[in-house]
């Protein structure tokens, strides 16, 4: 699990504008490691994380496309049916609220490599706490503790 830069860009819903902003950042090599378009009317919203936060935004300014900025967890979960449930359990136990999330593909090598979660939370320190661990990322889990919120 880690801290990463979450860049959003509001969209006018006219064919091109998506393709121009990514166009921009590929000219300038920025990868990115999650993306998400969400539909809102006459509006989308882009939400990217790419892996050079600082090029983003001078790539952004430059096409002047206003974009905000947030802090977001990347958490690999393990490619299995539940993995992603055992993780937004441990945050509800918490009484952590998951404002949004989305996936991305993981670009690690090897058949185990699990999906990517882009977690978007309402106190990040505490997130980080309670999902902390390993830098690996992968999710050990807790024992036996607090009852889930929903068994309260």
Do not use: W
Not at 12 to 37: D, T
Not at 38 to 57: H, K, N, Q
Not at 71 to 89: H, I, M, R, W, Y
Not at 110 to 138: E, F, H, S, T
Request: aromatic share 6%.
């Amino acid at each position: 699990m880690q801290t990463v830069k979450q860049f959003s860009v509001m969209l006018i819903n006219k064919p091109g504008r998506l393709s121009a902003i990514l166009g921009a950042l590929g000219k300038e090599k920025v990868n990115l490691r999650a993306l998400s378009v969400m539909d809102s009317g006459r509006r989308s919203r882009l939400r990217f994380v790419p892996d050079e936060a600082a090029t983003a935004a001078r790539t952004l300014e430059a096409i002047n496309a206003p974009y905000d900025v947030t802090d977001v967890l990347l958490v690999e979960v393990a490619n299995q049916p539940g993995s992603f449930n055992k993780t937004c359990e441990l945050l509800a136990n918490e009484h952590l609220n998951i404002e949004y999330a989305y996936s991305s593909f993981n670009p690690a090598k090897g058949a185990k490599a699990g999906p990517l979660a882009v977690i978007k939370v309402n106190n990040l320190a505490k997130a980080q706490r309670v999902l902390g661990g390993p830098a690996d990322g992968k999710f050990r889990g807790k024992g036996p503790g607090r009852r889930p919120v929903h068994a309260r």
